[in-house]
């Protein structure tokens, strides 16, 4: 069954896509390990900085009889 013009297009860009990602230069476990550990401590970090900033603003707000 030959292909419309739509379907050449969808063809070549699926062939076109496989070729794009063997390029792709794919990080081995550890560098993805690694990264996953750095994203998930600094946001750990970055959680505890505007959970301490919070409770500080509270306690002001609290101090002044605003809340």
Do not use: N
């Amino acid at each position: 069954m030959p292909l419309d013009s739509a379907g050449k297009k969808t063809v070549d860009f699926l062939i076109d896509t496989q070729s794009e990602l063997q390029k792709v230069s794919w990080p081995t476990k550890y560098e993805l390990v690694g990264s996953t550990a750095v994203v998930l401590i600094s946001v750990v970090v970055i959680g505890l900085f505007v959970l301490g900033i919070d409770w500080v603003v509270s306690m002001i707000m609290e101090y002044i009889d605003v809340l």
